[in-house]
């Protein structure tokens, strides 16, 4: 079974330009999750879906941070513009729904503002 | 609004040793779960409690449920350099039909050949 499938894996870009990352979670996975990692600390959840409908987006900075799963499969996050606390590991996980919150988890995407 | 405190945050020891992590909350939880992440990649579901008291067992890492479902501890015995990783503990809340995690700041652990 294919895991969860992240691009890019680095992203390097100067403050107020735009960026996106893109995830493809596991087949059949109805719910999707970012996160936002700061180094050494847990994650931090901006976004979660079900199927294409937003369950919980109270932590994504809404003026700057945009995420969507137009189709309830793939997923984009953009950041616009892109400030110097944006510098983190962005995350995408995806489960099925009624498990018992097991989460499964991409590589991330290593993001650096400069 | 829900935390999980982990403890200790940093550690650090010989190859053999024994550590005990911990997780811990005033809150009540429909399950716990750990993970463990290595640099430059996500997280990997390691174990889910769910039933107060519980014990599970993976090979050198022992975890335990709390009585009351509000803490938790993982346990490894003769620690390996392949043990050495972030250790995350999430709980899960049921916030309206929405699961979610709430997750601990993990535990950084480094074993020293």
């Known amino acids: 079974e294919a895991g969860v499938a992240q691009s890019p894996r680095y992203k390097i870009i100067e403050k107020r330009q735009s960026v996106a990352f893109w995830c493809n979670p596991i087949s059949g996975h109805a719910t999707l999750y970012w996160y936002q990692q700061i180094l050494g600390q847990g994650p931090k959840l901006l976004i979660q879906?079900?199927?294409?409908?937003?369950?919980?987006d109270s932590q994504l900075p809404k003026d700057r941070f945009s995420a969507e799963r137009l189709k309830g499969v793939d997923s984009t996050l953009k950041i616009q513009p892109a400030k110097l606390e944006d510098s983190a590991v962005y995350l995408c996980?995806?489960?099925?729904?009624?498990?018992?919150?097991?989460?499964?988890f991409g590589p991330g995407t290593r993001l650096t503002v400069t | 609004t829900q935390l999980l405190e982990q403890s200790p945050q940093f550690l650090s020891i010989q190859e053999g040793e024994n550590l005990t992590v911990y997780c811990n909350s005033s809150s009540v939880f429909s399950s716990l779960q750990w993970y463990r992440q290595e640099p430059g990649e996500g997280p990997v579901l390691l174990v889910t409690?769910?039933?107060g008291g519980e014990v599970k067992k993976l090979k050198r890492l022992t975890f335990q449920f709390g009585d009351a479902r509000k803490d938790s501890s993982l346990h490894i015995t003769a620690a390996q350099p392949g043990d050495t990783g972030l250790y995350l503990c999430a709980g899960g809340s049921l916030a309206g039909n929405n699961r979610k995690l709430i997750w601990g700041l993990g535990t950084s652990l480094g074993v020293n050949p």
């Open positions: 996980a995806s489960s099925l729904i009624g498990q018992s919150h097991e989460q499964y």
């Open positions: 879906f079900q199927n294409n409908g937003v369950v919980d």
């Open positions: 409690v769910v039933t």
